[in-house]
C-alpha cells in the first residue's frame, strides 16, 4: 500500500482508514504500489522501438567541420606562415610543417564527396548544459537520446574496428529536454526584464511624489 495524505491538513493516513483522524476529511483512495519495469523489459522495450526508426549508415555520412571551426583554422593559416618564417632551426620549422599539414586536412573537410550526405555539428550553451548539435543536410537539428526515451533517428556505425559505438540513437532537438530549458531561460529571461522595468517605474514616481522643503 502506497502512503495517503489528507487534501486539507497533510495528515497522513492509515490504510484502514476512510477519513482523515485530524480534520475528519474523505480519505483518498488506496492505491497500490505499481511494480516498474526491470531492465531486460525496458531494453526490450527500447528495441521494438527502434525497429521502426529510419536508419542512416555512418559510411555514407561527411563530417564538415562547424562554421567556428573552419574560422579559427583559416585564421591559423596565416599565424602558421608567420611562425614558420621565424623559425630559426630545421626542429621548429618541421614542428610548424606539421601543424600546417593537420590544418590543410581539416580545412579539406569542408568539400563533400560525391556520393556522401554532408552532417555537420555545434554546440549548444545553455545556462546549465553544454551539448552537442547533430546538423543534417537537411537542416534538421538532432542530440543524443536518453537511454529509455524516444528516437527519432538511429546512426549505425559498420566498421569492425571502430572504437565508437555500434550506434547511435538521436531524437529531434525540439522534442528534448533542452528545447524546454530553452524555452524557460527565455521566460524567466522576460519576467526579470519586466520586474526590473517595473522596479525602476516604482523608483520614478516615488521621485516625482517626494514633497520638497521649499
Given at each position: 500500500?502506497?502512503?495517503?495524505?489528507?487534501?486539507?491538513?497533510?495528515?497522513?493516513?492509515?490504510?484502514?482508514?476512510?477519513?482523515?483522524?485530524?480534520?475528519?476529511?474523505?480519505?483518498?483512495?488506496?492505491?497500490?504500489?505499481?511494480?516498474?519495469?526491470?531492465?531486460?523489459?525496458?531494453?526490450?522495450?527500447?528495441?521494438?522501438?527502434?525497429?521502426?526508426?529510419?536508419?542512416?549508415?555512418?559510411?555514407?555520412?561527411?563530417?564538415?567541420?562547424?562554421?567556428?571551426?573552419?574560422?579559427?583554422?583559416?585564421?591559423?593559416?596565416?599565424?602558421?606562415?608567420?611562425?614558420?618564417?621565424?623559425?630559426?632551426?630545421?626542429?621548429?620549422?618541421?614542428?610548424?610543417?606539421?601543424e600546417m599539414r593537420l590544418n590543410d586536412k581539416m580545412l579539406?573537410?569542408?568539400?563533400?564527396?560525391?556520393?556522401?550526405?554532408?552532417?555537420?555539428?555545434?554546440?549548444?550553451?545553455?545556462?546549465?548544459?553544454?551539448?552537442?548539435?547533430?546538423?543534417?543536410?537537411?537542416?534538421?537539428?538532432?542530440?543524443?537520446?536518453?537511454?529509455?526515451?524516444?528516437?527519432?533517428?538511429?546512426?549505425?556505425?559498420?566498421?569492425?574496428?571502430?572504437?565508437?559505438?555500434?550506434?547511435?540513437?538521436?531524437?529531434?532537438?525540439?522534442?528534448?529536454?533542452?528545447?524546454?530549458?530553452?524555452?524557460?531561460?527565455?521566460?524567466?529571461?522576460?519576467?526579470?526584464?519586466?520586474?526590473?522595468?517595473?522596479?525602476?517605474?516604482?523608483?520614478?514616481?516615488?521621485?516625482?511624489?517626494?514633497?520638497?522643503?521649499?
Amino acid at each position: 500500500m502506497l502512503p495517503r495524505r489528507c487534501k486539507k491538513c497533510r495528515c497522513y493516513i492509515a490504510p484502514q482508514f476512510d477519513r482523515c483522524p485530524r480534520c475528519n476529511l474523505r480519505a483518498p483512495p488506496v492505491l497500490s504500489a505499481i511494480a516498474k519495469p526491470t531492465k531486460e523489459e525496458r531494453a526490450a522495450e527500447r528495441v521494438k522501438r527502434d525497429e521502426k526508426l529510419p536508419v542512416i549508415h555512418s559510411k555514407n555520412i561527411h563530417w564538415v567541420p562547424s562554421k567556428l571551426s573552419v574560422r579559427a583554422w583559416t585564421d591559423m593559416v596565416d599565424e602558421l606562415k608567420r611562425r614558420l618564417a621565424k623559425a630559426d632551426t630545421p626542429r621548429l620549422r618541421n614542428s610548424v610543417r606539421s601543424e600546417m599539414r593537420l590544418n590543410d586536412k581539416m580545412l579539406a573537410r569542408v568539400v563533400v564527396p560525391s556520393g556522401k550526405n554532408a552532417w555537420t555539428h555545434e554546440l549548444f550553451h545553455a545556462k546549465h548544459a553544454c551539448i552537442t548539435v547533430f546538423i543534417s543536410p537537411k537542416g534538421h537539428r538532432y542530440v543524443l537520446a536518453t537511454r529509455d526515451g524516444p528516437a527519432d533517428l538511429l546512426m549505425i556505425s559498420r566498421k569492425k574496428h571502430a572504437r565508437s559505438i555500434p550506434y547511435v540513437r538521436l531524437v529531434r532537438f525540439e522534442k528534448s529536454p533542452y528545447a524546454r530549458m530553452v524555452k524557460k531561460e527565455q521566460q524567466d529571461e522576460t519576467t526579470h526584464k519586466k520586474r526590473k522595468a517595473a522596479k525602476k517605474e516604482r523608483r520614478l514616481k516615488k521621485r516625482r511624489t517626494k514633497p520638497t522643503l521649499l
